[in-house]
């Protein structure tokens, strides 16, 4: 028995069929490779029905916020077994989503990698017990951390395989499906770190105050002054503990807006004038230098930043999705901008707007770059696309070849400015003792996976906020950030 793609005239495998397979699949490039358990437990299965069936339990940042605020070992508790029993629904509702694409495209190298982690993930949640006590938090906690690390090749899996199998799903199906699987991946890592900060911050300000009981010596300031999501509180393992300034968990409740701009901007403009940074090929000059195999123009600066508006701007946020959206868009604009006007002694500008609404905040950055529609890009919204009837690129060798690499790496993909930084200037960036992503990976130092854009937007609207790119072609391009101010949006996941 075999059936048909409506959408394409390729022939898809029934569960028999599937079951004979007899453990090897056929990519689209011709390569075969093993699969594990797949054809096992492809199709359906009780225990994934029984979750897959169950809704995910939304939160928004405010509940977050106020959960975590006011923390007991009690708490803390219920914040494990809470985060224990929601992954597995959100896990069960990927993996249906998965199952129910043809099978042409979850035999892809990466969409096959991906199921095989989603299902690994969700036996293990399911059979994970009960959390009764701090001991057996510190081992949950450990638990997730493991599992962190083994979902970090994720996003450059999915994007691979998704670009891969382009060919055999419509643009709106195949973004659809990208847009619930980043999401969804987006939740589960943000309840999971947020726990794992809130412990951290607990058993931290617990330790901290059984020294103070007896001492005042330098290890108790030092435990005071953590940058835990918790500060010190009297009365050990049983009693309330109060955030550090602004911090509970992963949220800063005070996210200083013009910090995280000035952050990105001293990073993006510290480097060199790399010429490779440029889309297009640029031929040597006088004035080209080399290092570490890559040309770039001595002297020549990156264009100055200006930032304007409401810069006393604060609100509750998760900073590392903020700095990543701002980071991500201003390198853009850096690149569009050197590359339109490399000829001329000083580049024109790039301007930075911050403005306080009443229920959102908004970040506007605007460049004279040239604009983004080209002979392969007809929409900004475009640039968001894993279709390459959308975005052409996304088939190009140098880009398939990049995810490959990345995709291997044990570091993976995290979505964080570090990674952005280590992809920009490798060996610098990153805080000691880690690694460069590319180098380890074997990726060019100036190649370019295509994912910024995506993750920028998903982080964007992860919380009912937007992106939008409008551009003035022949000029430059204007993006704008909108994020809810108030914290009272629910997650933007799907079931």
């Known amino acids: 028995m075999s059936r048909t793609c409506p959408s394409c005239s390729t022939r898809l495998l029934s569960p028999t069929t599937a079951h004979k397979s007899r453990g090897v699949l056929m990519g689209l490039s011709g390569k075969r490779f093993k699969s594990t358990n797949t054809a096992l437990h492809f199709y359906q299965n009780r225990q994934l029905e029984l979750y897959a069936a169950k809704e995910a339990n939304r939160l928004t940042l405010r509940q977050l916020v106020f959960f975590g605020r006011s923390m007991t070992e009690e708490r803390l508790v219920k914040s494990a077994n809470y985060v224990r029993t929601e992954l597995p629904v959100r896990i069960a509702h990927r993996l249906r989503d998965l199952q129910a694409l043809p099978f042409i495209v979850v035999t892809q190298e990466g969409v096959a990698r991906v199921y095989e982690l989603y299902w690994s993930a969700f036996e293990k949640f399911r059979s994970y017990p009960h959390i009764h006590n701090l001991e057996e938090n510190e081992a949950f906690c450990s638990f997730l ?21 382009s060919p055999y799903l419509p643009p709106d199906q195949l973004d659809s499906f990208m847009r619930r699987m980043l999401v969804s991946r987006i ?12 412990s951290k911050g607990f058993m ?30 009297p009365g050990g393992r049983a009693s309330s503990v109060m955030p550090s300034e602004s911090h509970v968990g992963i949220i800063d409740t005070g996210l200083d807006v013009l910090r995280s701009v000035e952050k990105c901007k001293r990073l993006l403009r510290g480097r060199p004038f790399w010429l490779e940074d440029f889309r297009e090929e640029v031929p040597s000059g006088s004035g080209d230098r080399k290092e570490k195999g890559r040309r770039y123009i001595e002297g020549r600066e990156w264009p100055e930043v200006i930032v304007d508006g409401h810069l006393d701007t604060r609100f509750p946020y998760i900073r590392e999705h903020l700095e990543y959206i701002i980071f991500e868009l201003l ?12 000829d001329e002694d000083v580049l024109p500008p790039i301007r930075i707007t911050i403005v306080a609404g009443t229920d959102q905040v908004g970040i506007r950055i605007s460049d004279q770059g040239g ?9 900004p919204s475009d640039l968001f696309s894993f279709s390459h009837i959308r975005n052409a690129a996304r088939l190009e060798k140098a880009r398939l070849g990049a995810l490959r690499s990345v995709s291997k790496s044990a570091r993976g993909m995290k979505a964080t400015v570090d990674e952005q930084v280590a992809a920009l200037r490798p060996g610098e960036g990153l805080a000691s003792g880690e690694e460069d992503v590319e180098s380890e990976a074997g990726v060019a130092p100036h190649a370019r ?4 854009l995506p993750m920028s937007n998903i982080f964007a609207t992860y919380f009912g906020g937007s992106l939008e790119l409008v551009s003035l072609d ?13 914290g009272t949006n629910h997650e933007g996941i799907e079931v």
């Open 187 to 198: 939740s589960r890592r943000v309840l999971a770190e947020h726990h794992l900060s809130l």
């Open 474 to 486: 022949g000029w430059g391009t204007d993006a704008f950030v909108r994020l809810p101010k108030l």
């Open 145 to 165: 951390r493991n599992l962190l690390e083994e979902h970090a090749g994720v996003i450059p899996n999915l994007s691979l395989g998704l670009s891969l199998s």
């Open 204 to 233: 931290a300000s617990s330790h901290s105050s059984f020294g103070s009981s007896s001492t005042t010596d330098s290890n108790t300031t030092s435990h005071s002054s953590h940058s835990n999501p918790t500060s010190n509180s």
């Open 449 to 452: 996976i295509g994912i910024g």
């Open 371 to 379: 604009g983004l529609t080209t002979s392969y890009i007809t929409h």
């Open 331 to 342: 390198k853009n604009s850096m690149r569009a901008t050197g590359s339109k006007h490399r």
